[in-house]
């Protein structure tokens, strides 16, 4: 195709969708639009997915059922999520990380061990330290009261987004000109393309016809935060014990950390019954007593885990991200950081697309963005479940197996510098506001 003929056609195709000198799209094929895409879902994924968007030019809109100040309570709770370089790079692209910088937690070094409930202070069978990596710390440890908050603040104050909090979506459809949200109370918005962030069991998939592929894991995930006499000195250790993986996250100021905490599902509910001092008695058999005397802060949380995987991420003028396209187990701490890789890919895709006059809502366009993300987000979504089975019980020839290549891989600099990277979010093909660039 010749430059003047490219030129001339890219012209028709935006006089066609009407878009303004900005490139945001008013009309598409006679249909009015309300944005260039609409979100649904406005947990975590959904601001970063507005903002990745928004930082892209495009006009979005956030629909979510809860009222957004509910979700920006600052009291402490424990709650908190493990930060990849590569996330913490896509935070800064979006305006995010001047609001949580100070109160993000550098994690110095990883400790691997493998224990038994009660059996005190275990040797770490393998030590991670952010010192082999020119880049530093692999990640940076994040409670929600902050972050959850600085997302959508920065979100509210881009003038490419929309939020629209008690907005509960009851129909959603996908046309050829167009896809619409039709919310409680008769409104239907409609925008070119529509992009799921609802959650493992994501309603605007199901009703796309879109299956999912997974299975439980007759696990619960406890999530609890402590105080603790001795300096965690910013340190994260995953404790492999038999009824699941036992992380404890590194908190700011020393002498606080969250934990997440499996364990079989009825051994969960008889612990997450128990009173406080009881719960705090279970909570010390597995702690190990690295972290010296230890009491509860905070709320105490228990949540079901399973593995699941949408068969499709796209359907014309439908994405999927985060939970609503992959729900892994917590093991690695990866959710966040894959749902915030979608984002970046996603918009990278989608600046691509319009800069070349194409229809963003079109399939050839959104199967660009399956293929850059489905193999990561399945391979890490089996990786861990593997990982899970494997140091989820007590066989003792299986300890034996993965104690000793835990003790190699901690042994071998090559391989330990691999596994940092891959933690890190920064290996492999990475979107670039994974990489500090800007869309």
């Known amino acids: 195709m010749s430059a003047r003929f490219g030129g001339a056609f890219r012209r028709t195709v935006t006089a ?39 930082c892209a030019g495009m006009r979005v809109t956030v629909l979510d059922a809860a009222a957004l100040d509910a979700a920006t309570a600052a009291a402490f709770d424990g709650r908190a999520y493990n930060l990849g370089l590569g996330s913490q790079r896509f935070l ?27 059996a005190g202070p275990t040797p770490a069978l393998a030590h991670f330290d952010h010192a082999e990596l020119d880049e530093g710390p692999v990640s940076v440890i994040l409670e929600d009261r902050v972050l959850r908050p600085a997302l959508l603040a920065a979100a509210a104050a881009h003038p490419g987004v929309t939020l629209r909090g008690g907005a509960d979506v009851i129909a959603t459809r996908q046309g050829p000109g167009a896809a619409e949200a039709e919310v409680a109370g008769g409104e239907t918005l409609r925008a070119p393309l529509l992009i799921a962030c609802d959650g493992r069991e994501s309603p605007v998939a199901r009703r796309a016809g879109i299956r999912r592929v997974g299975w439980g894991y007759d696990q619960t995930g406890l999530v609890s ?37 499996t364990e079989r599902t009825a051994e969960a509910a008889r612990i997450h ?7 705090l008695v279970e909570l010390e058999a597995r702690l190990g007593g690295a972290l010296g005397a230890v009491s ?36 690695a701490g990866q959710g966040l950081n894959l749902g915030l890789r979608d984002a970046a890919a996603l918009a990278e895709v989608l600046a691509e697309a319009r800069r070349r006059g194409e229809d963003i809502g079109a399939e050839q366009v959104l199967e660009r963005y399956v293929r850059w993300r489905r193999f ?44 940092m990277r891959e933690a890190a979010g920064v290996s492999g093909d990475v979107p670039r506001m994974l990489r500090g660039l800007p869309v």
Not at 239 to 252: I, K, M, Q
Not at 308 to 324: E, F, M, Q, T
Request: glycine share 12%; charged share 20%; net charge positive.
């Open 16 to 54: 066609r969708m009407g878009m303004d000198n900005r490139g945001r799209a008013r009309h598409f094929f006679g249909m009015s639009m309300d944005a260039d895409a609409l979100i649904v879902g406005g947990g975590l994924n959904g601001p970063a997915m507005a903002l990745a968007l928004a």
């Open 92 to 118: 800064k692209v979006a305006g995010v990380w001047g609001a949580v910088a100070d109160a993000a937690q550098p994690v110095t070094r990883v400790a691997l061990e493998d224990a038994r409930p009660g």
């Open 225 to 261: 935060a402590i105080e603790h006499e001795a300096d965690h000195a910013g340190v994260a250790r995953q404790r492999f014990l038999p009824g699941g993986p036992f992380a404890v996250l590194p908190l700011p100021g020393g002498h606080r950390s969250s934990l997440v905490w």
């Open 273 to 279: 019954a128990l009173p406080d001092a009881a719960y």
């Open 296 to 331: 509860l802060a905070g709320r105490r949380w228990r949540y079901p885990l399973k593995l699941s995987v949408a068969d499709a991420w796209a359907k014309p003028r439908l994405a999927l991200a985060g939970d609503a396209a992959h729900a892994v187990h917590p093991i």
């Open 376 to 419: 990561d987000g399945v391979s890490m979504a089996l990786g861990m479940d593997a990982v899970n089975r494997l140091f989820s019980n007590d066989d003792p020839g299986l300890r034996l197996l993965r104690d000793a290549g835990l003790a190699l891989a901690g042994r071998l600099a090559p391989a330990r510098r691999f596994f």
